[in-house]
């Protein structure tokens, strides 16, 4: 199953897609089950009465008219990996622990939905903008202590995210926070896919389109660290909880085309470390992430509110 979440008189609502361009309303057909995605997962056997419920119906929702939301919401925790995959960390030149996962937080207020505008900062606070498309992986079911071969029977589905980033302020210190949680700097969708739609997360692999050119193109199983072994280390800590989400990294930028004349010049790029096929992002453009079998995550990129107070 493919969910999300839609404005809907200035409410957000559930609903289930249910063929190309159209949607069910979860109201629609289990009144009985909450509209909160969170509240939702917190339901025993939830996704399987909303199956049930679905049961092949056709949806009356046209897809394309809708408003779409983060389905999420202010979830308890957005855990994030750095360093990853192998071909960032090449790009970079920066180590990391082998062992354990580099891992940090973002805010609900960091995010956006799916085609919601993504904003850019201000040029006079900060001009190396970067894309991260990424794997989101969403809990189900809550746990304490899993063992690495049960953690993915607490994955509920996964995500497509755009884990934006601001690289001057994320290198200011030794904790990425800012950088990595400027308003709206990034955002996730446009679904939750079920774990048994999606499948084996590894057999996949992530791109990012920058108005149009594939910036990212790797394989997931290019990851340190898989799911399910990043749900285990988490669990170490605090109790996974249902609609806790895990963005699994980015991978590092795809070689520039012989004609990329913004891919190749490392002039334009004002990031601590200038890559070959990168280009930050900008007022105007428009980024996607698309993750084989999952989906396409696409926002526009507009530019946040001057630098002005603003109360």
Same mark, same amino acid.
């Given at each position: 199953?493919?969910?999300?979440?839609?404005?809907?008189?200035?409410?957000?609502?559930?609903?289930?897609?249910?063929?190309?361009?159209?949607?069910?309303?979860?109201?629609?057909?289990?009144?009985?089950?909450?509209?909160?995605?969170?509240?939702?997962?917190?339901?025993?056997?939830?996704?399987?009465?909303?199956?049930?419920?679905?049961?092949?119906?056709?949806?009356?929702?046209?897809?394309?008219?809708?408003?779409?939301?983060p389905?999420?919401?202010?979830?308890?925790?957005?855990?994030?990996?750095?360093?990853?995959?192998?071909?960032h960390?090449?790009?970079?030149?920066?180590?990391?622990?082998?062992?354990?996962?580099?891992?940090?937080?973002?805010?609900?207020?960091s995010?956006?939905?799916?085609?919601?505008?993504?904003? /850019?900062p201000?040029? %006079?606070?900060? !001009?190396?903008?970067?894309?991260?498309?990424?794997? $989101?992986?969403?809990?189900? @079911?809550? #746990?304490r202590?899993?063992?690495?071969?049960?953690?993915?029977?607490?994955?509920a589905?996964?995500?497509?995210?755009?884990?934006?980033s601001?690289?001057?302020?994320?290198?200011?210190?030794?904790?990425?926070?800012?950088?990595?949680?400027?308003?709206?700097?990034?955002?996730?969708?446009?679904?939750?896919?079920?774990?048994?739609?999606?499948?084996?997360?590894?057999?996949?692999?992530?791109?990012?389109?920058?108005?149009?050119?594939?910036?990212q193109?790797?394989?997931?199983?290019?990851?340190?660290?898989?799911?399910?072994?990043?749900?285990?280390?988490?669990?170490?800590?605090?109790?996974?909880r249902?609609?806790?989400?895990?963005?699994?990294?980015?991978?590092?930028?795809l070689?520039?085309?012989?004609?990329? /004349?913004?891919?190749? %010049?490392?002039? !334009?790029?004002?990031?601590?470390?200038?890559?070959? $096929?990168?280009?930050?992002? @900008?007022? #105007?453009?428009?980024?996607?992430?698309?993750?084989?079998?999952?989906?396409?995550l696409s926002n526009?990129?507009?530019?946040?509110?001057?630098?002005?107070?603003?109360a």
């Amino acid at each position: 199953m493919k969910i999300i979440a839609y404005a809907d008189g200035g409410r957000s609502r559930l609903a289930v897609v249910t063929s190309p361009g159209r949607a069910l309303a979860v109201a629609d057909v289990a009144p009985d089950l909450p509209d909160d995605l969170g509240a939702f997962l917190e339901l025993p056997d939830e996704l399987a009465r909303l199956r049930t419920a679905v049961g092949g119906r056709q949806g009356k929702l046209d897809l394309a008219a809708l408003t779409l939301l983060p389905f999420l919401g202010r979830a308890n925790a957005f855990w994030a990996l750095a360093l990853n995959f192998k071909s960032h960390i090449e790009e970079t030149g920066l180590t990391t622990s082998r062992e354990f996962p580099h891992m940090f937080l973002r805010t609900a207020a960091s995010y956006v939905g799916p085609g919601q505008p993504i904003l /850019a900062p201000p040029p %006079d606070t900060a !001009r190396a903008f970067d894309y991260e498309g990424e794997l $989101g992986v969403v809990i189900g @079911r809550a #746990g304490r202590y899993i063992p690495v071969e049960r953690a993915l029977e607490h994955v509920a589905g996964y995500t497509c995210i755009n884990e934006g980033s601001v690289r001057e302020y994320q290198i200011q210190n030794r904790q990425f926070g800012l950088g990595k949680n400027f308003e709206g700097s990034g955002a996730y969708g446009p679904w939750l896919m079920t774990a048994d739609e999606f499948g084996d997360p590894s057999t996949s692999r992530v791109r990012t389109r920058l108005n149009g050119v594939v910036r990212q193109d790797a394989p997931l199983d290019d990851m340190l660290f898989g799911v399910a072994q990043v749900v285990s280390y988490l669990s170490e800590g605090y109790r996974l909880r249902p609609g806790d989400m895990i963005a699994m990294g980015t991978p590092g930028a795809l070689k520039p085309a012989p004609d990329d /004349a913004e891919g190749l %010049d490392l002039s !334009r790029q004002y990031g601590p470390f200038p890559t070959p $096929g990168l280009a930050h992002m @900008r007022p #105007g453009d428009v980024v996607e992430v698309e993750i084989d079998r999952l989906g396409v995550l696409s926002n526009p990129v507009r530019a946040d509110q001057p630098r002005t107070y603003a109360a």
